[in-house]
T-cell receptor
Framework: AQTVTQSQPEMSVQEAETVTLSCTYD???????LFWYKQPPSRQMILVIR??????QNATENRFSVNFQKAAKSFSLKISDSQLGDAAMYFC??????????FGKGITLSVRP | ETGVTQTPRHLVMGMTNKKSLKCEQH?????MYWYKQSAKKPLELMFV???????ENNSVPSRFSPECPNSSHLFLHLHTLQPEDSALYLC?????????????FGPGTRLTVL
């Protein structure tokens, strides 16, 4: 079975600085999808960024980008120019052949003004 | 309303009560999901429905009973729950099941079992 590991429970970043959230996963599949979801306090979970494993190019969405290392099974999220609204729980997730989304435990990101 | 909505947002129930959680999606999606979110644990997939048919029951106890009358509505019927069932229950939907489409989540129902 696939597993997703987010080893850091909490991180903090200064406003306007850059922060990287780490995620590793374990799989024997070659074709899959990886996601980062954001869950603000008391608000709905929303998709931040999506990566298709067969694409070598790292996905980018405005201030959010990933560092996808397929051989190392690593999928980190970089947030540039951090804003107060980025404070949330961030979940890394894996989607594979079993058609299930497997989540990590999440990381709580706080942004210092 | 747009997106995925869930009612109620908060629910407190005794172990002998029967209650239902409701989810509605306004996105025209064909797949719907129930997840359980507990503190310090990854989201746990409970049930999956595709075109109103249940395709996944992730070893969920029978005190949780899902119902999907149509592609837009999903219910979770609860009876004789345990205190350890207290959690945030999230509903989600996606365009299709067998693809890496984005899942859209509702705000969740915060359930407390006394």
């Amino acid at each position: 079975a696939q597993t997703v590991t987010q080893s850091q429970p909490e991180m903090s970043v200064q406003e306007a600085e850059t922060v990287t959230l780490s995620c590793t996963y374990d799989t024997s599949e070659s074709d899959y999808y990886l996601f980062w979801y954001k869950q603000p306090p008391s608000r709905q979970m929303i998709l931040v960024i999506r990566q298709e494993a067969y694409k070598q190019q790292n996905a980018t969405e405005n201030r959010f980008s990933v560092n996808f290392q397929k051989a190392a099974k690593s999928f980190s999220l970089k947030i540039s120019d951090s804003q107060l609204g980025d404070a949330a729980m961030y979940f890394c997730a894996y989607y594979g052949a079993n058609s299930k989304l497997t989540f990590g435990k999440g990381i709580t990101l706080s942004v210092r003004p | 309303e747009t997106g995925v909505t869930q009612t109620p947002r908060h629910l407190v129930m005794g172990m002998t009560n029967k209650k239902s959680l409701k989810c509605e999606q306004h996105l025209g999606h064909n797949a719907m999901y129930w997840y359980k979110q507990s503190a310090k644990k990854p989201l746990e997939l409970m049930f999956v429905y595709n075109f109103k048919e249940q395709t996944e029951n992730n070893s969920v106890p029978s005190r949780f009973s899902p119902e999907c009358p149509n592609s837009s509505h999903l219910f979770l019927h609860l009876h004789t729950l345990q205190p350890e069932d207290s959690a945030l229950y999230l509903c989600a939907s996606s365009q299709e099941l067998l693809s890496g489409n984005e899942q859209f989540f509702g705000p969740g129902t915060r359930l407390t079992v006394l």
